[in-house]
């Protein structure tokens, strides 16, 4: 199973990117997927995840009305919508896949990406 995130760049605060994750090897529409991130110093936390069932999703507080998570299982693909961004966002940000009882279980995701960087400037 590979995961290829993509789309990270340098933005100024205020401003918009799209992250993508294409998958490869794994069947999925049968997995739930989701955005982590990990800022320089800190620990990796939850950004945004999507249910393999109904598409339903959960976002952290932190991102909540300003990221949106969207799936596009024909070309195997999950996405992030970030606008008004902050220079807090400034992360390198991963994708993963698994079968989850919790999006935000970090643990409870079997499959991560390499990671892109976000750095937004103030």
């Known amino acids: 199973v590979q995961l290829q995130a993509s789309g990270g760049g340098l933005v100024q605060a205020g401003g918009s990117l799209r992250l993508s994750c294409a998958a490869s090897?794994?069947?999925?529409?049968?997995?739930?997927m989701a955005w982590f991130r990990q800022a320089p110093g800190k620990e990796r936390e939850f950004v945004a995840g999507i249910r393999r069932s109904d598409e339903g999703t959960y976002y952290a507080n932190s991102v909540k009305g300003r990221f949106t998570i969207s799936r596009d299982n024909a070309k195997i693909t999950v996405y992030v919508r970030m606008n008004s961004l902050k220079p807090e966002d400034t992360a390198v940000y991963y994708c993963?896949?698994?079968?989850?009882?919790?999006?935000?279980?970090?643990?409870?995701?079997?499959?991560w990406g390499k990671g892109t960087l976000v750095t937004v400037s103030s």
């Open positions: 993963a896949a698994g079968r989850v009882a919790r999006l935000a279980g970090q643990n409870e995701y079997g499959y």
């Open positions: 090897g794994v069947t999925f529409s049968t997995y739930d």
